[in-house]
């Protein structure tokens, strides 16, 4: 036979079995391919490539916990490239339906936020900054103005400058050491500002849009509720008994035997010397033994071995000093940073320069150093007190209580970061002849005023008046 009548007959099955398909599952089918070839999915497309993948080339570079938390966010991404396909064939859901169908862009958020947790890595800012940037696509639940958050743009904008806070300090920390970090700071922030911002204003200003003949968003299952109890049986055997005469069941047949007994049944007679106040092992007086039982238990928390080494040449590590007031690091240079962590009721002095300094999670810790090439980072602390004796361009203080920082003459230029913060007060030299500190306390209460557009911060002010 003829190869070209092979083929016509070929191409005739297979036209039969097409139009053979239910018209259910070929509309599904095309209303697939006509999602995936929408504009605005193919300007996402554009923006994974484009943005996206700088920032990967760049986490490449470095490689570590650096590529792993990247991969987290390249994975975040493409969920959401496949939630904006999904939307143009669902209609839209209730919120319950909604939580359910957003689950797994959830996930990725979770799992980066995982990373952030525990022990402080040297790579904590990278993680961090991609966490706090992965609630920008949450845009994608906006159903609504009365659905509690901003519209897609602003949420974008607010939810970078959260992230930048932590991106900064990435640029700061390796500006003169490591262009690829820097690199990757930069390339982090495009992807968002302006890239995924103007992806949202273009394509999705007021959200995302539904589809109206779409199919519907599954709920998850609802536990089965309990069987009800059995019925009692209408035609027992046994002939019925008046309640009085039927034996007695659980709570009811313990009252019955404690009203049927004397109530001072069973009590024995309390003698003189019984009673507490003739005992000799029950005095008013606790023994110096006993005290030292008492003090000499442990605590419920672990806390690790304490801590103060150089590790790898480049890092001091400070952890776990509890009571000690002469900690001191002297052999340092400016390349090395410091990480002080889990400290209590101790003060530390470095002397010389270094390239940055933490201190996490310390109570009542004193800190004093000379100079400081990046800055000085006070995080998850209370009641510390950080003293400058040289200089330092930048001191942040995130998620403290109670902190004093005390600037020298030299270090007046700084720049001082808080957050999520209270109590912090600021010395600074008086002007005068006597050197004299002047104490200043920085706000951390602030009035929102919506003024030609846009909202104006300015700190509250208290008077006595």
């Not at 402080?120 to 966490?131: G, I, L, M």
């Not at 007021?206 to 299952?221: D, I, K, M, R």
């Not at 300015?458 to 008077?463: D, G, K, L, N, Q």
Request: proline share 6%; glycine share 6%.
């Amino acid at each position: 036979m003829d190869e070209k009548l092979i083929q016509r007959l070929e191409s005739a099955v297979a036209r039969l079995e097409s139009l053979s398909l239910p018209s259910q599952s070929r509309s599904i089918d095309l209303d697939a391919v006509a999602a995936s070839t929408d504009p605005s999915i193919i300007a996402f497309e554009e923006l994974l490539t484009e943005f996206v993948g700088k920032v990967l080339t760049a986490a490449e570079k470095i490689g570590g916990q650096v590529k792993e938390v990247t991969d987290v966010l390249n994975e975040a991404f493409s969920v959401q490239k496949e939630l904006l396909v999904k939307i143009k064939q669902t209609k839209k859901p209730d919120m319950v339906g909604l939580g359910e169908f957003l689950k797994p862009l959830n996930d990725k958020l979770m799992k980066a936020i995982s990373l952030t947790e525990g022990r402080r890595s040297d790579f904590f800012n990278h993680q961090k900054a991609v966490a706090e940037s992965l609630t920008a696509l949450a845009w994608i639940a906006y159903v609504g103005k009365d659905c509690g958050m901003s519209m897609p743009i602003a949420h974008v904008e607010e939810s970078w400058q959260a992230a930048e806070f932590y991106n900064n300090k990435v640029l700061v920390e390796y500006r003169n050491k490591d262009s690829n970090h820097v690199e990757w700071a930069r390339a982090l922030k495009e992807l968002y500002v302006p890239g995924l911002r103007n992806y949202v204003k273009t394509h999705y200003p007021l959200g995302p849009v539904w589809s109206a003949t779409g199919s519907a968003v599954s709920a998850p299952p609802k536990a089965p509720a309990p069987p009800p109890p059995p019925p009692a049986s209408l035609f027992s055997s046994e002939p019925s008994q008046p309640s009085s005469s039927r034996p007695k069941e659980g709570m009811a047949a313990v009252f019955q035997e404690i009203s049927s007994k004397p109530v001072t049944a069973g009590l024995k007679k309390v003698t003189d010397d019984m009673k507490t106040k003739n005992r000799a092992d029950r005095a008013g007086f606790v023994s110096a033994s006993e005290k030292e039982v008492r003090t000499g238990a442990p605590s419920a928390s672990k806390v690790g071995p304490p801590k103060l080494e150089l590790q790898m040449g480049r890092k001091w590590v400070v952890e776990n000093q509890i009571g000690k007031k002469d900690l001191l690091i002297d052999k340092c240079d400016s390349k090395q940073t410091v990480y002080i962590f889990g400290c209590k009721d101790s003060v530390l002095q470095i002397k010389g320069k270094v390239n940055n300094i933490t201190v996490d999670k310390c109570t009542k810790m004193g800190v004093v150093f000379t100079d400081v090439v990046a800055a000085c980072e006070i995080v998850n602390c209370n009641s510390v007190e950080v003293q400058c004796q040289g200089t330092a361009p930048t001191i942040s203080v995130d998620n403290s209580a109670g902190c004093q920082l005390y600037l020298s003459k030299d270090s007046l230029e700084a720049s001082i970061t808080t957050a999520k913060s209270s109590e912090i007060n600021v010395l600074v030299p008086a002007s005068g002849p006597d050197n004299d500190l002047v104490e200043h306390a920085l706000p951390q209460q602030y009035i929102h005023t919506y003024k030609d557009g846009q909202f104006v911060t300015t700190p509250v002010s208290h008077s006595g008046g």
